[in-house]
């Protein structure tokens, strides 16, 4: 496990639909489940008695309690928008601190040890505010945030561990909310984003809601009765549509049924309808037409065509969607690799980076990029009405992180005394369009020759902190910001109310842990102890093994003879973690038998 005497690092994927936390055990990869679940949806809420509950559950009530139900807050980082969960207003920080606590006490769990440090994933497309907003719900979860990296350089991680040959990889990834696209290249163990390009309003939920609006308007053409009227009719219709959406991806029609949806007249309505694979495809041909455009701009950038990729790698729920696969396959003319399952990808490899920052040699050496340009305001002209400003790009999107890059600028008259400096982040040259970060004030010694001559470095580092330093060399005179803190989304004081707020709600739901219900460091080398003598004990404690066991015994002679060996060979390791009650072996041991039953299936 990515171990170190601060204790372990796992990597978390927080994603607008679902939330994943991995580890590296026994030098593998392996996600940490709970009750056999891979993936807690990304969903908070309130029990009537005000305690909070997140994942399954939470989703659960979302249908018939929208208003203390919260889910997708991941489109909401980076803003301050106050989102109500019951009587209270949060900010999305301490939401997506609510689903990090849940998944921080499973690692615990799993690993039988407090865990406090992780490595988080985002999209390549999120700009420093929504990156640091991630980063501050980390820490409101209790987690010291050790990097923050692009969900897509993490898959490839994964993917391509141990290349050595010069590749070029795309990585595709459409999850529920977002979408991503990175070219990355791969030569001597050493992996390069080069270019990635994304809409973090585009994912599998617009799926749903375009499905959702057909049977709705059909609705509402037979009955006169619009069911997205109310919140509560309209959340169970679209999660009876994601459903549907989930099965068109291998059958050709299904069928919607929702009994009792509405009333007319003082009688009930029911819902019956049916959509064919076809019908739905040409609902979502614009969406998915529209990540193929970003594709296509992604390999724009970097000057490359679709014929000088050499893999295609499909990351994120939504990559199920048979017309993406078809798309794709029509741009590239061969088949999208899948090798890993396409939801654990992105927090594989962020537990691989995270093991790599523990010092643990696996997999290749990373290399980031920006996703935007960053630089500062000046002069392009004087007119009439006064100086023209211009954003002037110091550090260009994709240069590889970490940067540093320095540019020379003038004063603008002889006996200027300061110069303010403001910092902006965007790809246009029109100051407005781009968004500002941060500043900072360097006061000049006056005078010409020399003394016109200012200096203006930009560092930026992995996690995404930018060091602006002003200097004039003639003087000495010299001045920096860190930008991240101008960045931060929470004044001192409002980040220690969110922390004592939040804290008593953790403290308060039955869900979460508290740290004296960890077992201690002696203990957690073999796993939590417990007595664990009896078969239906044993079902409790390792729910998923027990069911892999199951699953294995059900298929029988259906299990092909190139893989029974290896399953067989596995099945007796597990039950033997099992039975010297071994959590983190039975975790590992479970992970390498799902992946195989994942393909022999
Ligand atoms: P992610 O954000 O990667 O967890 O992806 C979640 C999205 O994938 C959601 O919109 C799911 O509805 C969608 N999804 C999951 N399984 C399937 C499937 N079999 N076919 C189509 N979409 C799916």
Redesign the pocket.
Known sequence: MANTIDGPIVGIDL????SVVAAVVNGKPIVLTEDGEQ?LPSIVGLKQDGTLITGTVARNQLAAFPDRTIASIKRKMGTMEPVQLGEQSFTPPEISAMILRRLRDRASRVLGQPVSRAVITVPAFFDENQRQATREAGELAGLKVERIINEPTAATLVYHAGTQDCKHIVVY??????FDVSIVRMEGGVIEVLSSKGDTHL???D??ILLMNHVADQFQETHGIDLRADLSTKYRLLISC?QA??K???EETVDITEEFIAEKDGRPLHLQTSVSREEYEEMIAPLVDRTIRCLDEALRDVRMTATQIDDLAL????T??PLVARRLREEFLREPSRSVD??LAVALGAAVQAAMLAGQRIGPVLVDVTGHTLGIEAVEEMTFSGPKMIFCPIIHRNSPLPARFEERYSKMFDEQERVEIRVFQGEHSDLSKNREIGGLTLKLATGGGGNNKILVRFDLTLDGTLKVTATQPASGKSSEVLIQNALSQFQAEDRDRAKSRLGAMFDASDELLDDADLPSKSEWRNGPSQDSSDSSDMESRYPEAVSLLQKISDLGAGIPDSDAEEIQALSEKLKKAMSEDNAVEVSSLSAELDDILFYVQ
């Open positions: 994603g607008t639909t679902n993936l990834d459409l999850g529920g909310g977002t994912g599998g939920d799926f749903d994601e959406k989930q068109l991806s291998i990351v994120g729920g939504s199920r969607t396409p939801d």
